[in-house]
T-cell receptor
């Protein structure tokens, strides 16, 4: 596609339910990132996929959070047993990552509200 | 680990005034530095990036940033603010010789007529 696509754009879920957020990166981009944006918290790094390397999961806040990237393309971020503090905008980005300091292109995000 | 600190969560300027948004970084290796902008209800987009080729980097919409190693800073400036510059600005550093981007907490710029 022309840009990074995220779905759904908005998600309201009940506390305790599981949610899946989807990211379609730009075709050919080998690097994919997930961030969480909360008011006053900036962009919190969650996880980073780079080609066939093991993902960098150092930013995942708890074991309720997981992500996978199938076939080096689409990625799914899963949050199990959602809590109210999980409410935020979840942003996905991708980059060529052929060399360092390549530009990351961001999707519009998924706004998650846990009620 | 590398990190960035953005001083001032909110900055307000008058239209036509100088814009200065501060960013300091921490890095044990030469960093790659970026400024991203997020306009209201839009996604993040790249303003400019430091590639080590030149310490003064020019970006879109008249913004520029200067890399100062001695001060570990990469402040963003624009000589004359426009109303359309109102947005949130994020400084970022790539970490540990990978493409993983670490962002600051952001600075919200307001421009008054």
């Amino acid at each position: 596609g022309a840009g990074v696509s995220q779905s759904p754009s908005n998600k309201v879920t009940e506390k305790g339910k599981d949610v899946e957020l989807r990211c379609d990166p730009i075709s050919g981009h080998t690097a994919l990132y997930w961030y969480r944006q909360s008011l006053g918290q900036g962009l919190e790094f969650l996880i980073y996929f780079q080609g066939n390397s093991a993902p960098d999961k150092s930013g995942l806040p708890s074991d309720r959070f997981s992500a996978e990237r199938t076939g080096g393309s689409v990625s799914t971020l899963t949050i199990q047993r959602t809590q109210q503090e999980d409410s935020a905008v979840y942003l996905c980005a991708s980059s060529l990552a052929a060399v360092l300091n390549t530009e990351a292109f961001f999707g519009q995000g998924t706004r998650l509200t846990v009620v | 680990a590398q990190s960035v600190t953005q001083l001032g969560s909110h900055v307000s300027v008058s239209e036509g005034a100088l814009v200065l948004l501060r960013c300091n970084y921490s890095s044990s290796v030469p960093p790659y530095l970026f400024w991203y902008v997020q306009y209201p209800n839009q996604g993040l987009q790249l303003l400019l990036k430091y590639t080590s080729a030149a310490t003064l980097v020019k970006g879109i919409n008249g913004f520029e940033a200067e890399f100062k190693k001695s001060e570990t800073s990469f402040h963003l400036t624009k000589p004359s603010a426009h109303m359309s510059d109102a947005a949130e600005y994020f400084c970022a550093v790539s970490a540990d010789n990978t493409d993983k981007l670490i962002f600051g907490t952001g600075t919200r710029l307001q421009v008054f007529p």
